[in-house]
């Protein structure tokens, strides 16, 4: 059987077709893989720039966690003093009074080392205040103890140094609660951007789903209308 003139141009305008459409598909696939990968890479460098400042915000809390436990320590340690008799148990006591004062100096130093807000810096310099008030008289209750002035000690720590102390903790409390909300921000604002490029990057998709479908539609449609 022999090709004719028609037969061949046939032919050919199916082999373009065939051409246009698989070029089309190899575009659309391209240009998502692209996108697809450039989408992941912006959430992945947001993503991490979110956990490094969470992370630091939980170093916070943490210190402050630790200042919390150490301020209590010293007030309890306070307190057994007050009420023991046995004078070796007494400096066992005042050993561990001092030492909750290093963990406090410590975590406190840890503390200072991270960037604050206006709001956090106001609060941290009332905080020690009272502190640089409070720790002068909680180191004279002590003293009085060992000096055996326990009645006159143990109403100081009842009427100056324990009311004190709750203001100290109050401020720690604040700060914390600041702190805390800014990390809660930080992840709901981390989250709504995953989800933000997510959905950019699904239309994106979509248009040049559409795109490369209407393409392929005109130009077949076109090569039909060549054939006929």
Do not use: W
């Amino acid at each position: 059987m022999k090709l004719t003139p028609e037969t061949n141009t046939s032919s050919d305008n199916s082999v373009l077709i065939q051409k246009t459409v698989k070029n089309s598909l190899i575009t659309m696939a391209v240009a998502i893989i692209f996108l697809s990968a450039a989408a992941l890479f912006a959430v992945i460098q947001l993503t991490q720039t979110y956990s490094n400042e969470i992370d630091v915000i939980d170093k916070q809390i943490h210190q402050i966690h630790i200042m919390r436990i150490a301020a209590r320590e010293r007030t309890i340690n306070m307190y057994a003093m007050v009420t023991e008799d046995d004078y070796f148990k007494i400096y066992d006591y005042r050993e561990s009074f001092y030492e909750a004062a290093t963990k406090f100096i410590e975590a406190k130093i840890e503390f200072m080392k991270f960037d604050l807000t206006e709001h956090e810096q106001i609060l941290e310099k009332k905080q020690r205040e009272l502190v640089t008030a409070n720790v002068p008289m909680q180191d004279k209750i002590v003293d009085m103890i060992i000096d055996g002035e326990t009645k006159a000690a143990f109403k100081l720590l009842q009427e100056e140094a324990i009311p004190k102390q709750v203001k100290i903790l109050q401020v720690l409390d604040e700060i914390h609660d600041s702190i805390e909300s800014r990390g809660d921000a930080i992840k709901n604002k981390s989250k709504l951007i995953g989800n933000i490029s997510i959905t950019i990057l699904a239309c994106i998709v979509i248009i040049i789903i559409f795109s490369v479908f209407y393409v392929i539609r005109k130009t077949t449609s076109r090569l039909n209308h060549i054939i006929s």
